[in-house]
């Protein structure tokens, strides 16, 4: 209901709005755009990831801040060079499930009876089917690396996008500017690209947000299991090759924890990001906190009976 | 006049924006007899099931009560804790909501839901819950057989049928019916206000009925209130609005709505549209509408006057 | 009863799609299926291994619809070919070892997620702004972040390794006898609590998060006013009418989250060295055993079916219309 809801605020003035008057997506798009900047220009001033700098399994020290792996590599190197694959990867499966779902999605949605028929359940059936077992049997089949990795990952998880975008275009075919547009006699694909896509545009947003949490956490996971390239410096494998390496028996944590912290990091933010934006276009909870915000002006507590605000 | 059973004095309530405050209700006063049936009507929008629900004072966020009195058998509803409104809600205050479908909770049965509200407030076993709970039903013409059944298994009469029989369970003093047949079609409609009419007779509960359908409410009350724009502009027995309407308002209503034996005469709306509780117009509320204004009715607000037995009026210039 | 049957309907569709998934992965490869496969293997597997791969695929001279009525035909005898990595066991058997830990590692710690983080959820939304409400959400949802595996190593390094609190893996000790002894009992939950404890706090925001939104949505509902103006006490209010009714939506969610929830489970079931289909899993994938990665998939998938399918009996349970609808 809050995601139909949320249609109203269309756009993405709703997202900046979000940013400016919410806390919480304020400090998603804070620490966002933190591990943003060291994806992009971080491997310029870290040094190679892949030299041999030291002995391995060093603690952290002046020399090495997060000091060394099992193969005597610079750890803190090695986390920002995987910052950008990771994100990179993220990112582009996010947007690559949205679009797929949406393609799903919306087509059923608006085009309804039997393609809609037809195609909700084909994604309800991949919605069904565990992604993650899924994703590592066709994994295994591919040459290994980040674009193995990111194509598995859009294939099994763009569905409950797809999901969501239909009941999403249902709720928008019965508003009434799409109706009048239809009267009018507008093109089905004009009407479409004009009057549907465009005023999913927040909630499309919001899903490419969820499903980056998704996609890295999975390209993690996968990437855990030896099924990414393991030559490759991303979160994903420094964490295959901590756990390789008994990073456990060693008492190397700074092997493992680093690269985790990071992953709960940006998920974290991502989510953070969503949530405050939900608060800020769910109108329900926007008219609450406005109310809330006058009783506390008025020093009168919000009980669960109409509150009595003597007027000055 | 005896005791009033409820007196509400200057109430104003406010929805809070981030604007600002929109004032709902605007300065009501209201009194209410044991036993007296008395309608309000009004545009929808216009504030009157704010009234209802702000008098029970369960109006959800963002409304708060800005400022008045509320007295309910000589309690002030206003000041009331928590535990004491919930003593006096449904025991002494119920209250028919206009969608029943709505309003009954959708996964237990209406059995559960009638007995819960009576164990709530008195000591008695489940059993004897249950069958009084048979027997309300009953006494709104449901058989007992269908304490078993869920909201959706009912038809729509059947279901505000068990709204009212909700409403009685705890026999208050007085119950607001908030548009209790605006779902119904015109034969179900009819058949419910009559029956609620006999057990109002038998049981001598006072009614508030709040409707859009001012000719339905002129049939059913004692007493009427027309709500204009959240204000209060015309407050009289049935009969006196049914036959000599003061404010220009109620009488373009009356031609709005013409009643089922009226002599020929086509319905005939008021002009323009009821105005946003956001940005009111100043002075009189319906000046922009009115046939008769003057150039005082823009500036400023008319005061609630008496113009007969009983009868107030919010109008300076009608006669 | 007509809905039940629809949705068991689905669920031998959903099973029927894995099974066509299983029979065309190996044969969508590039080049020639047989070959390519064979060639991965050449020097490491002898010839027995290299047979048995080729019957467990079906890769005959058949035409392509014949193999598939046979692969098809294996499968319903219970027949998923042989193990590499395990040669000669055949994968059934390899995956029936492991399958009952798994089923109960992930099947107790998400009932035990999800009922706790429901309950959080009613919490945080009958007193909004509370302590429960400003700091739970966000703190579960950094919790919640981490990936299973990375929260399972952390908490076997501080809790297993330095403090010594909990064994450092497996299912049991290895000097303890099985059976239905209190002893044994006791050595397994004891084996199965921080495995356990790391899968319920990951997903524990998640169902908080469902139900606190769906709740608050649902407190400004009529019947939930009702209730209130009725003079019902707070908790009658807040359980019986708002979290009744909230709770329809998070079983709904329950069923689907279900496969995301294995799928992470098996990951932290490697960190544990439990002894369930993660750990096969990642000897499937270190070994190139497409077999047995394979059949994994299936009987997780079979798995997450068939609990779909009992979640199904639940919301029938729970939801009346639904009950009257389908009949």
């Known amino acids: 209901m809050s995601r139909a809801d949320a249609t109203q605020a269309t756009g993405l003035g709703a997202w900046a709005h979000a940013i400016r008057r919410d806390r919480k997506a304020l400090s998603g798009a804070i620490i966002l755009a933190v591990f943003a900047l060291v994806g992009i220009a971080g491997p310029w001033f870290a040094g190679d990831p892949s030299a041999l700098v030291g002995v391995p399994l060093q603690p952290p020290s002046g020399a090495h801040w997060l000091g060394t792996n099992g193969q005597g590599q610079d750890v803190l190197a090695q986390l920002i060079a995987g910052t950008r694959v990771s994100l990179a990867v993220g990112f582009g499966v996010g947007l690559a499930v949205v679009l797929l779902g949406a393609l799903v999605g919306v087509t059923a949605g608006y085009f309804g009876d039997r393609v809609d028929a037809l195609l909700s359940v084909f994604s309800n059936v991949f919605l069904v089917l565990p992604g993650l077992p899924l994703a590592i049997v066709i994994a295994a089949y591919l040459p290994s690396g980040p674009f193995t990795v990111a194509l598995v990952l859009t294939l099994t998880g763009w569905a409950w996008n797809a999901r969501v975008l239909r009941a999403q275009t249902l709720a928008l075919r019965r508003r009434d500017f799409v109706a009048a547009a239809v009267v009018a006699g507008e093109s089905e694909w004009r009407l479409l690209l004009v009057e549907i896509v465009p005023n999913m545009l927040s909630v499309l947003v919001a899903q490419v947000i969820g499903s980056t949490v998704y996609a890295i956490g999975a390209q993690v996971g996968l990437e855990f299991l030896g099924l990414g390239d393991v030559a490759r410096v991303t979160w994903g494998t420094m964490l295959y090759w901590a756990q390789n390496d008994a990073a456990l028996l060693t008492g190397s944590w700074w092997t493992f924890v680093p690269p985790g912290l990071c992953v709960a990091l940006v998920g974290f933010a991502l989510t953070m990001l969503n949530s405050g934006f939900d608060e800020i276009t769910n109108p329900r909870l926007q008219l609450e906190r406005v109310w809330r915000a006058f009783l506390e002006r008025r020093g009168v507590p919000a009980g669960r009976s109409t509150p009595v605000v003597r007027e000055p | ?319 | ?327």
């Open chain 2, 1 to 319: 006049m005896s005791a009033p059973l409820l007196s509400v004095r200057d109430l104003c309530v406010d929805y809070v924006t981030e604007n600002g405050p929109v004032r709902a209700v605007d300065t009501v006063d209201l009194d209410l007899s044991p036993g007296e049936i008395l309608g309000i009507a009004g545009e929808s929008g216009c504030g009157k099931s704010t009234l209802a629900q702000a008098l029970l004072r369960t109006l959800p966020p963002p409304a708060v009560i800005a400022r008045g009195r509320v007295t309910f058998e000589g309690r002030d509803v206003l000041a009331m804790s928590e535990p004491e409104l919930r003593g006096m809600r449904w025991r002494r205050m119920s209250m028919v909501f206009q969608s029943a479908m709505d309003a009954l909770n959708p996964v237990t049965t209406i059995g559960e839901q009638l007995a819960d509200t009576i164990l709530a407030h008195e000591p008695v076993s489940g059993t004897e819950a249950r069958r009084r709970a048979g027997a309300l039903l009953e006494r709104v013409g449901i058989p007992a057989e269908r304490l078993g059944s869920y909201a959706h298994q009912l038809s729509g009469g059947m279901r505000q049928r068990v709204g009212i029989a909700l409403a009685l369970a705890l026999e208050p003093a007085l119950v607001i019916l908030d548009e209790p047949t605006t779902a119904l079609d015109v034969i179900v409609e009819r058949e419910i206000l009559a029956h609620i009419r006999t057990l109002q007779r038998t049981l001598g509960f006072a009614v508030i009925y709040i409707t859009h359908d001012l000719a339905r409410m002129l049939q059913f009350s004692d007493r009427v209130a027309i709500f204009y724009a959240a204000r209060l502009v015309e407050v009289g027995p049935a009969a006196t609005i049914a036959t000599a309407p003061r404010h220009p308002y109620t009488r373009g209503l009356l031609r709005a709505f013409p009643r089922v034996h009226a002599e020929a005469g086509a319905a005939e709306s008021i002009p323009g549209t009821p105005p946003s509780l956001r940005t009111p117009p100043p002075g009189c509320r319906f000046h922009p509408r009115c046939p008769i204004a003057v150039e005082a009715c823009r500036r400023e607000r008319p005061a609630l006057l008496e113009v007969g037995p009983g009868h107030l009026a919010a109008c300076p210039v009608a006669r």
């Open chain 3, 1 to 327: 009863m007509h809905y039940l049957l629809r949705r068991l309907g689905f669920y031998l569709l959903a099973a029927w799609a894995a099974l066509t998934i299983n029979f065309f992965l190996p044969r969508l490869m590039p080049g020639d299926p047989a070959s390519t496969l064979f060639a991965r293997f050449k020097g490491k597997l002898d010839p027995a291994a290299i047979e048995a791969l080729r019957a467990t695929f079906g890769l005959t001279d058949a035409p392509l619809w014949r193999q598939y009525l046979t692969s098809l035909g294996h499968v319903l005898q219970g027949d998923l070919g042989v193990s590499i990595a395990y040669f000669p066991s055949p994968v059934a058997e390899v995956i029936g070892t492991g399958l009952g830990w798994t089923l109960f590692l992930a099947g107790s710690a998400v009932i035990v997620s999800f009922a706790i983080g429901t309950l959080l959820g009613v919490v945080a939304a009958w007193w909004r702004r509370g302590w429960a409400d400003s700091w739970l959400p966000s703190t579960l949802i950094f919790v919640g972040a981490f990936p299973y595996f990375w929260l399972a190593m952390a908490a076997l390094y501080v809790l297993g390794f330095t403090l010594g609190w909990f064994p450092l893996g497996h299912a049991y000790s290895d000097d303890a006898v099985p059976g239905w002894t209190w002893a044994f009992t006791a050595d397994v939950l004891r084996h199965a609590a921080l495995p356990m404890t790391t899968i319920v706090l990951v997903t524990l925001g998640g169902w908080l998060l469902t139900m606190r939104n769906t709740m608050i949505s649902l407190l400004g509902s009529d019947y939930v006013n009702l209730a209130r103006a009725k003079g019902l006490p707070s908790a009658q209010v807040a359980l019986r009418y708002a979290a009744r009714n909230a709770l329809l939506p998070s079983v709904t969610g329950f069923g689907m989250a279900l496969g995301f929830v294995l799928g992470g489970s098996l990951l932290t079931e490697i960190v544990f060295s439990y002894p369930g289909q993660g750990y096969l899993l990642v000897q499937a994938v270190r070994a190139q055993d497409y077999p047995l990665m394979q059949g994994i998939f299936l009987v997780i998938t079979l798995a997450v079916l068939g609990t779909n399918w009992l979640v199904d009996l639940i919301y029938l349970w729970l939801d009346p219309r639904t009950r009257d609808a389908g009949s």
